[in-house]
């Protein structure tokens, strides 16, 4: 041989295995009050790919950061990257979108029915309620409002000591994203003071000896 010696070209490669790192910056694991929310991400390097399944839908494609349409309740949002090497990654969040006000507001006992003409100086006001992240009650009384004691979603209050007269009542029921429903209205009449009966005297000449029905 004539001792020639041929070298080749270097090639640099890089081996990569590792998935890319990626979590969901929005949305978060809380409660929302609308159903149209931001997706954005964060990510440790270049991803080649993005997509997400939302409530185990179809899978979508979408360039960060883009906005997603949630359904009233609970949602389930997964979203995946690959790079340019191929390896996948998965994040996921679970969170609730709650739009609906409080439904089915409805008085009971022992609510004093519409139109009670009672003798007394209290009365009792109850009510139950559909809501999965309820707040507050509130009882409205002739324009004045009082807070009602709430258990799970039955609120009720009672107002003691109250004077005779007309009590024109309705309660308003908020959840936790200030969303609001009203009940109907109830007039009750608390009257404690007995009527008042006031004599007649009629006077009568010496030859009458009795009334007539008329006289009375």
């Not at 109850?126 to 004691?149: A, H, Q, W």
């Not at 008042?196 to 006289?215: K, L, N, Q």
Request: aromatic share 8%; glycine share 6%; proline share 5%.
């Amino acid at each position: 041989t004539g001792g020639n010696i041929g070298t080749s070209s270097s090639r640099t490669i890089t081996l990569d295995t590792s998935a890319p790192s990626i979590s969901i910056a929005s949305p978060i694991n809380t409660i929302y009050a609308t159903s149209n929310l931001d997706l954005k991400v964060i990510n440790n390097e270049p991803i080649n790919k993005w997509w997400y399944s939302l409530n185990s839908g179809a899978n979508t494609s979408f360039t960060p950061n883009t906005t997603i349409s949630a359904n009233d309740g609970s949602n389930i949002l997964k979203v995946y990257a690959n790079d340019s090497a191929g390896n996948i990654n998965l994040s996921q969040v679970t969170f609730t979108v709650d739009t609906a006000a409080p439904a089915s507001l409805t008085f009971t006992e022992p609510t004093l029915a519409h139109n009670t003409n009672i003798a007394n100086n209290w009365y009792f006001v109850n009510l139950t309620f559909i809501d999965d992240n309820p707040n507050t009650c509130k009882l409205e009384v002739n324009g004045v409002n009082y807070s009602m004691t709430r258990a799970g979603n039955i609120c009720n209050i009672t107002r003691a000591s109250q004077g005779d007269g007309t009590y024109n009542y309705r309660v308003y029921v908020t959840d936790i994203n200030s969303n609001t429903a009203v009940s109907g209205v109830i007039t009750i009449v608390l009257d404690n003071i007995p009527p008042s009966v006031v004599p007649r005297i009629i006077a009568y000449d010496a030859e009458e000896t009795a009334a007539t029905v008329g006289d009375i």
